[in-house]
């Protein structure tokens, strides 16, 4: 009669060998990968907070590379409004200088130089893009290379060619920054400055490079207030940008707080409990022990055992 019965044994024993291995597997899967499970399925009636959560992460993720992306660029301008600023302070420099000394000397020579730094922090770029084109960055927003070429220019406007279409990036949930300025905003009152002289300079009136009269002093002084409106434009800008910066880094750190929270929620939703996970799988590995161990034995029951 046992011997009959040895089919049920080995049914029973092999049931407990293979739950026994299943087990090994779930837990040896959660010490190598220290999940809870590898799929929304193994988390049950958790897996639509855990959408959801995870949905979260990536909005804010994006916001975090978004805002990063801006603040270089942010960067960038500054360095740029500040070459334009630091020509226009040249130009100021250079023109009371002559007032000063009544001898207009290499001015022109001067102007040129300072229209260059001001032509380079204009046409300066970024990521390969021109910074003050708008939305045609690969074509170049000033189309004049020297102060002859915009004294024949028709007027200040033709030399500017960049569009009306400004830098706007979504930062935040309902929060758009227009980070982007346009060539012809920051260089335009400068460039009618520096046209006027050139076409003074080149005019009945000039030229200026020797001892200078009444007139052109005149000339020069109206100049000099221009350059001093022109200045204080640059440094608005610039301070726009500061301040936009600033709210960039603010929304940024704001961000990144959030993200190590949303991380947190997800990982205790999601992480595996080691010192359980290693203890299920010792006792499973002991139970397929004992399981093979029964298994084995079964093997060698047989009627001859009781045949004596």
């Known amino acids: 009669m046992n011997r009959v019965a040895t089919f049920g044994n080995y049914q029973s024993a092999l049931l407990d060998l293979m739950n026994a291995q299943t087990r090994a597997a779930d837990a ?12 929304l399925t193994g988390f049950g009636r958790q897996s639509e907070t855990l959408t959801a959560l995870k949905g979260a992460q990536s909005r804010i993720q994006g916001f975090i590379e978004t805002s990063k992306t801006v603040s270089a660029r942010l960067t960038t301008q500054d360095l740029a409004m500040s070459q334009v600023s630091d020509g226009i302070a040249g130009l100021r420099e250079a023109v009371g200088s002559v007032l000063a000394t009544d001898s207009a000397g290499a001015l022109m020579l001067e102007l040129e130089g300072r229209f260059q730094a001001i032509r380079g922090g204009l046409t300066m770029r970024h990521h390969g893009g021109y910074l003050f ?25 033709s030399v500017f060619v960049n ?12 929060t758009t920054l227009e980070t982007g300025f346009l060539a012809d ?11 006027d002289i050139q076409i003074y300079h080149a005019g009945v009136n000039g030229p200026l ?19 001093e409106q022109a200045a204080t434009g640059v440094i608005d800008k ?21 993200q190590v929270s949303l991380d947190e929620l997800v990982s205790d939703r999601t992480d595996a409990d080691m010192a359980a996970a290693i203890t299920d799988l010792q006792l499973s590995q002991v139970a397929i022990q ?3 161990q029964v298994i084995s034995q079964l093997r060698q029951v047989s009627l001859l055992n009781y045949l004596t």
């Open 185 to 195: 905003e920051l260089g335009s009152e400068v460039f009618e400055i520096l046209r």
């Open 209 to 227: 490079n020797g001892k200078v009269n009444d007139a052109q002093k005149a000339f020069l002084t109206t100049q000099l207030g221009r350059l």
């Open 28 to 39: 040896q899967e959660r010490v190598s990968t220290q999940k809870v499970a590898t799929d």
């Open 163 to 174: 569009d009306t279409l400004k830098t706007a990036s979504r930062v935040a949930e309902g």
């Open 238 to 258: 610039m301070a726009k940008t500061g301040s936009m910066a600033n709210q960039v880094e603010n929304l940024t750190r704001s961000h990144e707080a959030q």
């Open 133 to 157: 084109s708008g939305a045609s960055t690969s074509t170049s927003p000033v189309n004049v290379d020297t102060l002859a070429d915009l004294a024949a220019a028709p007027d200040v406007a």
């Open 290 to 292: 004992a399981s093979a």
